[in-house]
């Protein structure tokens, strides 16, 4: 059993604002507000150090392209073109994804986790790296789900969050495991919110 000194490492300090930070993302997704765009430049920040020192490569380069979605999330929502109307009316709504980009998402999917795949096998010590190809190669097409605010990057979402939950906790990350289970449940709640925000602004 670890002592409290031995358990709050530094390590574990950067994991816990990383988590602490995640919730602050859940919050703001959940509620469709822009800020969470935000935290998830915050986060990519404070889980380099995690995922490195974890042996999750793939999650560790990941965290490159959030950073550059993230800006583009947050100017996707908040600059909407061809209007000049101020505040939430100005905001990208929420959509259904088209079946032709419905269909570019996964072929993207598959061509990542091939690639992805291939590179943590063939040139990492990576002891989990189909899970770890799996949960990259998804985020990078919720990601893009999300920051173009498609409804169904909850589900993609939901796949992610259990798998990324029972890795963090086979790799002894209690706090990333938490934080992932909680975003697993979030996740169903909130593909339900998104919902509930489509029917309101179709009634406005």
Not at 44 to 73: C, E, H, K, Q
Not at 106 to 123: N, Q, S, T
Not at 124 to 142: C, N, R
Request: with cysteine; charged share 15%.
């Amino acid at each position: 059993m670890e002592t409290i000194p031995e358990f709050f490492t530094f390590d574990r300090c950067i994991e816990l604002l990383g988590f602490i930070t995640g919730l602050l993302y859940l919050y703001w997704e959940y509620h469709a507000d822009p800020k969470m765009w935000f935290a998830n430049i915050a986060m990519p920040t404070l889980s380099f150090w995690v995922y490195y020192r974890a042996g999750l490569y793939a999650d560790f380069a990941m965290n490159i392209y959030y950073f550059a979605i993230a800006i583009y999330g947050y100017l996707a929502w908040t600059m909407r073109r061809g209007t000049k109307q101020k505040g939430a009316e100005k905001q990208l709504p929420i959509s259904h994804i088209s079946l032709s980009h419905l269909a570019g998402c996964l072929i993207a999917f598959a061509i990542a986790y091939a690639i992805l795949a291939y590179w943590l096998v063939e040139y990492t010590d990576s002891t989990v790296p189909y899970y770890d190809a799996f949960t990259t190669a998804l985020s990078i097409v919720a990601m893009w789900m999300l920051a173009r605010k498609y409804i169904e990057q909850w589900i993609a979402w939901i796949l992610v969050d259990a798998v990324c939950a029972c890795l963090y906790m086979y790799k002894d990350r209690p706090f990333y495991a938490i934080l992932y289970a909680c975003y697993t449940v979030i996740a169903i709640f909130g593909y339900a919110k998104w919902r509930r925000l489509m029917g309101s602004a179709r009634d406005a």
